[in-house]
């Protein structure tokens, strides 16, 4: 076809005058090409050739972009080339230019652009003033017959049929999988693939999921749904997967940040292969997300990662309308004792299977005594606050006091951090918030309080939602190296994401949610190697409120309800010397009598 032969003609221009044809009868080229004449021929793949002027140079366009640590971009467009090619005017096309602006983020301004001319170039077939883009639909039909072209797609799929499965669970431990976890997948498996994992946090949930969704991929189920309550824990799931799991594997991201990707789940799903789709809950109940799931007919295994969040009416409208071959559920704890809600429709579409409701608990006591997580000190402070008026209601005067109080937390933390890193603990984590403002603060204030006490330089950084994937990885990943010893986090690091390892905590915030605090804790206890014998510490607080009179004391009472649950089930777990300096400090400060 015309086409077929300008495009040949433009590409024919390169050194070595390969076509396709010559491409097809090297031996190391033959396979890659046979692939790429495969897709052109299903019209699953298009190539746009820059075509330069007759006498021209090389087509030597390129792009690039870099960030630093603060996620600051500089883009690129082209390289500096100084050759007689390069700088003649008879020579290539070259373009080079470079843009930075930190206030306007350079990826929105310049990468736009830079799409909108790539867009014209595909659209309009130019490019950089006088370079044609020719377009590349067909393949020579003679060529396909020459080479005797397979134009099934499945033929060039690689087997998966190899030693290490589907899953490489040693790219994220070396050690494999713990007993703990291949006993909970086998019951899973016994009650039809039906089932809750309560595990503790620390205790690699997310890897008992994957290790789920490889055996229901190896099963012959061809897709896995994974869904979780927020964006960055769904990120957190991609990561992993796309580092652990098949090459062979389609991967779809399923949420709006990822244009396109209601396509892209449904030619994954039409493909034939197996697939992992990774959803936010938001977006796999929406409309667009059930018509995905639809297209999977029953042959599919759904995952729910920090599965209370399935306490919602549109879940329960979803779990009213599929009914997945395989289910799990994966939390630390599914029912909050404190904010009590039905879990009854959950239970039932996740966990009722073959010999009823089953669930596979592992504690933290349980844990820590199987030595999968870490024994920790638990430090009591309490703090004293002055009334600052007497003739107003006790309810008044206690609510007062007790905001009084959360702000005083926050000046006693960047000591009480510091501290521990003086005492010889490697990696602190400082929680605060609930805003990104807070951690700015206490980070700035941890520094300041650093630089009295000693000369000695160390990095200090804060994770929020504010850094992007990249840098807020590469933050994790100094601080569990300990290049970054201290690190304050807020709320949006709670649940199951690639938490840091670390040797401490300072708990500076209050929640009424037990599950943030039971994550929290959890965090600090995870081991990095499985010979770690090191004990953890957390450093906690508690207001004095020995002196008050009976009736703001019983205010006071009421509001630190919940505090004491926590504080009472944080010491019930440490090491018993902890436990028993709690129980002194708490009748101290007049909680107990």
Not at 20 to 48: F, N, W, Y
Not at 169 to 191: C, F
Not at 311 to 333: C, I
Not at 433 to 462: H, V
């Amino acid at each position: 076809p015309e086409d077929f032969d300008a495009a040949i003609e433009g590409y024919g221009l390169r050194e070595f005058q390969l076509t396709i044809d010559e491409m097809l009868a090297i031996e190391d080229t033959s396979q890659p090409t046979r692939l790429l004449c495969a897709l052109v021929a299903a019209g699953k793949l298009e190539i746009h050739v820059a075509k330069t002027p007759k006498g021209a140079g090389l087509y030597h366009d390129k792009l690039g972009f870099f960030e630093d640590e603060e996620g600051n971009t500089v883009a690129f467009q082209g390289s500096g080339n100084e050759t007689f090619r390069g700088v003649s005017k008879f020579g290539n096309v070259e373009r080079y230019s470079v843009c930075w602006d930190w206030e306007k983020k350079t990826w929105d301004s310049f990468g736009q652009y830079w799409k909108k001319d790539l867009q014209n170039a595909i659209d309009k077939h130019e490019y950089a003033g006088e370079v044609e883009v020719l377009k590349l639909t067909e393949i020579d039909p003679s060529i396909i017959k020459k080479h005797d072209i397979s134009l099934d797609l499945e033929n060039y799929s690689q087997s998966t049929d190899d030693d290490n499965g589907l899953f490489d669970y040693t790219k994220l431990h070396e050690a494999g999988p713990q007993k703990h976890q291949l006993d909970a997948i086998d019951m899973w498996v016994e009650n039809g693939h039906r089932a809750a994992f309560e595990h503790a946090t620390g205790t690699y949930k997310t890897a008992t999921g994957l290790l789920a969704a490889e055996y229901s991929l190896q099963t012959g189920v061809k897709a896995v749904v994974i869904s979780t309550p927020r964006k960055i824990i769904s990120e957190n799931w991609l990561k992993l997967i796309t580092k652990c799991f098949h090459y062979n594997i389609k991967i779809v991201p399923c949420w709006s940040d990822y244009h396109g990707w209601q396509e892209k789940a449904r030619a994954a799903i039409n493909s034939g292969r197996n697939t992992i789709l990774i959803f936010v809950n938001d977006s796999l109940w929406k409309p667009e997300g059930r018509s995905v799931c639809r297209a999977l007919k029953n042959n599919w295994t759904i995952i729910a990662d920090e599965a209370h969040n399935w306490e919602d009416d549109r879940a329960n409208l979803f779990m009213d309308m599929f009914s997945p071959t395989h289910r799990l559920a994966l939390s630390a704890q599914i029912a909050d004792p404190n904010n009590p809600t039905s879990t009854d429709r959950l239970l039932d579409f996740f966990v009722r299977g073959d010999k009823g409701i089953k669930t596979d608990q592992l504690t933290l006591d349980e844990a820590i005594k199987r030595q999968f997580l870490r024994n920790y000190d638990y430090e009591l402070k309490l703090i004293k606050i002055s009334p600052k008026s007497t003739n107003s209601p006790p309810s008044r005067i206690a609510n007062g006091i007790w905001r009084r109080f959360q702000k005083e937390k926050k000046t006693y933390a960047p000591l009480d951090s510091v501290n521990l890193l003086l005492e010889g603990k490697n990696r602190v984590l400082t929680y605060t918030g609930p805003n990104i403002s807070d951690a700015t603060s206490m980070l700035d204030s941890i520094q300041s309080t650093w630089a009295k006490k000693t000369p000695i330089p160390t990095s200090f950084r804060k994770v929020t939602s504010k850094e992007n994937p990249s840098i807020r990885t590469k933050i994790i990943e100094e601080f569990n190296y300990g290049r970054t010893t201290g690190l304050v986090a807020i709320k949006v690091l709670d649940e199951g994401v690639d938490l840091p390892i670390a040797d401490a905590a300072v708990m500076t915030t209050s929640s009424q949610d037990q599950r943030q605090w039971i994550q929290r804790r959890g965090r600090i206890l995870r081991k990095r190697e499985i010979s770690d014998s090191t004990n953890a510490k957390i450093v906690d607080y508690i207001l004095d409120i020995s002196d008050f009179p009976d009736r703001v004391r019983d205010y006071l009472l009421q509001k630190g309800r919940q505090d004491l649950e926590r504080i009472s089930e944080f010491a019930s777990s440490a090491l018993p010397g902890s436990s028993e300096e709690v129980g002194r400090i708490l009748i101290k400060g007049g909680w107990l009598l």
